[in-house]
């Protein structure tokens, strides 16, 4: 059975055959009837039914057999439609079946109903289930098809802590606040109850009409909500929050603070009551500065008074730390009159304990490593009142091994579906691609020596396995939901620091510049591959992350911090583009005309003219797409179209536009042909070397210096041989081939 929840704007049924001749035969054959087929059970034709649709269909073929069936769901009426979203075999889901349950989406606002005294916002979507039957000899049916819509109530929100003397009014609060909440989810009635299936929240300075225009305007606060968090998410953080601990809040200032939930068919809260989901409050007290405190891998991190948690890290033996910080008064008028910091501190009150007198020029910590156990830096500002803030860096210290030569880190999400197209690896073809690969090296153990994150919930490696490794090979998806890498690279640009906390540990950073080589490499379509380093509503293409790290603006006059970001300081890119992009529209007049028939990749080429690939002679000279997924009738058909899994890198019309030049550590390993020569991203490089930290020797047995190595695509889909000769000399450099 099957649960489907697929907007596709579909045609009226006699177009949609434009698709159905897709079978050759060869040698003589009778002419062939096609099948016929009906709808047997499901909605009465524009009825009104519930989002879990039952619906079952029969196909008859007068001289042969029904093969399997197709299906598609579509969004509206079959009126209207957009050719493109029902043209080609990969628009339509292949079964044996002949019934099955959809969950289909009723996600379009429609009206607000009153029920017992409650209000509920109802929801609906509108949807064509369309179904044709295929017969021995590839023949298709007309499809038969069923219009409907869907409708559901939207689920609400009711926030129980800390509670509230005065349900509908403001309440003051203290500075580090933690909310609970809880969602429920009526459906079709308000007592068919079920839980919510996602919630977020939201905190703004409050105005007199803030709530009035999140019932009226919601969609002016898009930008101010946290991410969707599955109610069922670890640690609690599906049903509350802490706010105060990260954000910097203004102590003159009133909040607004909502949660709005989402049910399973695409529903969200849409009714802002301050009796139910919404409260306004007010800080109870001053409790101290703002503390910015900032460390080359480890990043930025602001902390607020003196309770505030500490920021743990596990980090290797011999990482030297080199911390400095600053604080800020003037949102509540003070003045910074010193600070003090110290490492293990025990007793804070005793002035022997810590490193430095207070002093408004102990500003950063001489370096410092350790070789063991759990040290905690302390730092302490005060201001001119004599209200402190304190932060606590905590850091775990495990032994640097290195002692194997390679870690695969499975980071790309399939399942073993019945493979068809090969538009997407199975699981069991993607592990089975990759192993071959890795059993290239040298001592490469399949049971010990891989770490699938879906087995992890999605979360990355701890840092003391990946330091078991000299090597590490890291496969990823695009898909956020379903990999560590996107949370593993992404970066906080220091002007968003303020409003969403701390930014995070990229480990990997580290990794390499402590001597570890890493070959990365995926699908890197949509948000996935280096542009994970950005938040979603950045990824505007092309795009110059020293200057554009917070989305793209014009010139270098606001936050510049994405030179700390992994993409531009560990890997040497200066400008992210993709060969299939949301495209940027401030630089309107600029832009060179873009199209996915033109700028899709047809193969990659080396390029020999750069040092350090022109130094690798084993590399094949050029990189296409297997065999296997270009054949007629497959996905990547280049008949149909080019490859658009890809990023591109440093795309030459981009880099004179906004004048900058390749950083020096960035090398070129291959470069792709588009579908069309007039393509902007014609000639563009798609793999590369980053030689950053190409010098550092790991201080472990057998460790060699050598540069690591990033493709923008996923390799599963190229040629098995290419790909061999490429493996064998990425592991030839770092000295771990079988053969060496």
């Known amino acids: 059975m099957h649960n489907r929840r697929i907007p596709i704007l579909l045609a009226a049924a006699a177009l949609l055959c434009v698709a159905c001749s897709e079978s ?50 579509c969004d509206g009426a079959p009126l209207g439609f957009d050719r493109e979203d029902t043209t080609g075999l990969a628009r339509w889901t292949k079964t044996v079946r002949t019934d099955s349950l959809f969950k289909l989406a009723a996600d379009r606002y429609d009206t607000t109903v009153t029920i017992d005294g409650n209000r509920f916002s109802r929801f609906k979507r509108t949807h064509t289930f369309f179904v044709r039957a295929v017969d021995d000899r590839g023949s298709r049916s007309e499809p038969a098809y ?18 509230n003397a005065f349900p509908g009014h403001a309440q003051t609060l203290p500075p580090i606040i933690r909310f609970h909440w809880e969602g429920v989810d009526p459906r079709d009635d308000p007592w068919h109850v079920a839980s919510v299936d996602s919630i977020r929240y939201l905190l703004a300075v409050w105005t007199d009409s803030t709530v009035q225009q999140l019932n009226e305007h919601l969609d002016r606060f898009e930008s101010r909500w946290s991410r969707w968090i599955a109610t069922d998410a670890p640690g609690d953080s599906g049903a509350s929050t802490v706010i105060g601990d990260d954000e910097m809040l203004d102590l003159k200032s009133r909040y607004v603070f909502a949660v709005q939930a989402k049910d399973d068919a695409g529903a969200v809260t849409s009714i802002f009551d301050m009796r139910s989901n919404v409260r306004v409050f007010a800080l109870l007290k001053v409790v101290g500065p703002e503390l910015t405190v900032k460390e080359m891998f480890l990043g930025l991190h602001k ?46 009150s005793n002035p022997n304990e810590w490193e430095a007198l207070l002093s408004p020029y102990a500003t950063w910590a001489p370096p410092r490593s350790f070789s063991s156990g759990v040290h905690t830096l302390f730092v302490e500002a005060v201001d001119n009142n004599g209200y402190s803030t304190l ?70 490696p701890r840092p003391e396995l990946l330091w078991k490794y000299r090597n590490i090979i890291w496969t990823y998806s695009s898909d956020s939901r379903f990999n560590a890498w996107d949370n593993m690279v992404r970066f906080t640009p220091e002007s968003r620091i303020s409003t969403l906390g701390h930014s995070t540990f990229n480990f990997l950073s580290y990794y390499m510049a402590s001597g570890g080589h890493l070959w990365s490499c995926g699908r890197s379509d949509r948000q996935g591959g280096l542009a994970a380093v950005l938040y979603e509503n950045a990824q505007r293409f092309p795009l110059y992350l020293r200057c554009e790290i917070d989305g793209p603006q014009n ?47 047809s193969y990659g080429y080396i390029d020999a003219l750069d040092a350090v690939t022109g130094a690798h002679p084993g590399l094949p000279r050029k990189l296409q797409l297997w065999s296997t997924v270009t054949k007629p009738g497959n996905f990547f058909d280049p008949q149909v179209r080019g490859f658009s899994f890809v990023e591109v890198y440093d795309p030459k019309y981009w880099m004179e536009i906004v004048g900058v030049s390749s950083q020096s550590c960035f090398h070129p390993l291959y470069r792709m042909r588009a579908r069309n020569a007039v393509s902007a991203v ?52 770092w000295g771990i081939r079988a053969d060496q």
């Open 682 to 733: 014609d000639k563009t490089v798609i793999a590369f070397w980053t030689t950053k930290y190409a010098g550092v020797v790991a201080p472990a047995p057998g460790a060699i210096a050598a540069s690591s190595v990033h493709f923008g695509l996923p390799l599963w889909f190229f040629n098995r041989a290419q790909v061999d000769s490429i493996a064998d000399v990425v592991f030839g450099e």
């Open 24 to 73: 050759v035969f060869i040698g003589a054959t009778g002419k062939n009837a096609p099948p016929t087929i009906r709808l047997v059970n499901g909605p009465v034709e524009q009825d009104v039914v519930g989002y879990n649709v039952e619906l079952s269909w029969l196909g008859e073929d007068r001289d042969g057999k029904v093969e399997r069936y197709e299906f598609v769901v």
């Open 555 to 601: 010139g270098c006059a606001g936050d510049t911090s994405g030179v700390e970001s992994m993409a531009y300081r560990d890997y040497c890119v200066s400008v992210l583009d993709k060969a299939s992009a949301i495209p940027r529209t401030d630089w309107w007049r600029d832009m060179p005309e873009r199209r996915i028939e033109w700028d899709a990749m």
């Open 303 to 348: 902390f607020l008074g003196t309770k505030g948690r500490a920021q743990t890290f596990s980090l290797p033996a011999g990482f030297e730390f080199r911390f400095t910080w600053k604080a800020d008064a003037s949102g509540y008028g003070g003045v910074i009159s010193g600070y003090r910091y110290g490492w293990d501190v025990a007793d804070l």
């Open 391 to 460: 932060a606590q860096i905590e850091i775990s210290v495990f032994p640097f091994d290195m002692s194997r030569n390679l870690l695969w880190v499975d980071d790309f999400y399939s399942t073993d579906f019945v493979q068809t197209d090969y538009s997407f690896p199975t699981e069991k073809e993607h592990d089975q691609f990759w192993l071959r690969i890795c059993a290239r090296s040298r001592d490469f153990n399949p049971v010990r020596d891989v770490f699938d994150t879906k087995d992890f919930s999605f979360l990355p």
């Open 146 to 163: 069923r219009s409907f819509t869907t409708w559901t109530l939207a689920p609400g929100v009711n926030i129980d802590f800390p509670p």
